[in-house]
C-alpha cells in the first residue's frame, strides 16, 4: 500500500513563513509529477497551488507565484513546498498529491492523495 504524510501545518501570522513536507511511503515502483492543493475552509473543491514533475519542471498557481516555492527529494520521495509572505486567504487544508506506480501494478499510474495539514493565517 501507498501512503502519502503530510507535516508542517501550522499556525502563523500574515506575512509569516512555513514550510509543508510530504513523504510518500510503500511499494512505489515510480513516482511522476507531485504536487499540492488548497482547501479553503466552507469550500469543497480543492484547488490547484503548485505541482513539480520527476525532472523538476514546476508549475503555479498564479496566487501563489512569488510566494511559495515547491521543491522535492528524489531519493527521499518528498515533496515540499515552501510558503513566504503568507496572507490570511492561505488559511485552509493542504492537500499533496503523487502521480505514481505501485511495484504491484508497475505500468499503470495513480494519483495518491495524503489526508492534509491546517495552515491558519492569522491577520
Known amino acids: 500500500q501507498v501512503q502519502l504524510v503530510e507535516s508542517g501545518g501550522g499556525l502563523v501570522q500574515a506575512g509569516g513563513s512555513l514550510r509543508l513536507s510530504c513523504a510518500t511511503s510503500?511499494?512505489?515502483?515510480?513516482?511522476?509529477?507531485m504536487g499540492w492543493y488548497h482547501q479553503a475552509p466552507g469550500k469543497q473543491q480543492r484547488e490547484f497551488v503548485a505541482?513539480?514533475?520527476?525532472?523538476?519542471?514546476?508549475n503555479y498557481a498564479d496566487s501563489v507565484k512569488g510566494r511559495f516555492t515547491i521543491s522535492r527529494d528524489n531519493a527521499k520521495n518528498t515533496v515540499y513546498l515552501q510558503m513566504n509572505s503568507l496572507k490570511p486567504e492561505d488559511t485552509g487544508v493542504y492537500y499533496c498529491?503523487?502521480?505514481?506506480?505501485?511495484?504491484?501494478?508497475?505500468?499503470?499510474?495513480?494519483?495518491?492523495w495524503g489526508q492534509g495539514t491546517q495552515v491558519t493565517v492569522s491577520s
Open positions: 498529491n503523487g502521480d505514481l506506480s505501485t511495484a504491484q501494478a508497475m505500468g499503470i499510474v495513480t494519483r495518491w
Open positions: 510503500g511499494s512505489i515502483f515510480s513516482i511522476n509529477a
Open positions: 505541482s513539480i514533475t520527476s525532472r523538476g519542471s514546476t
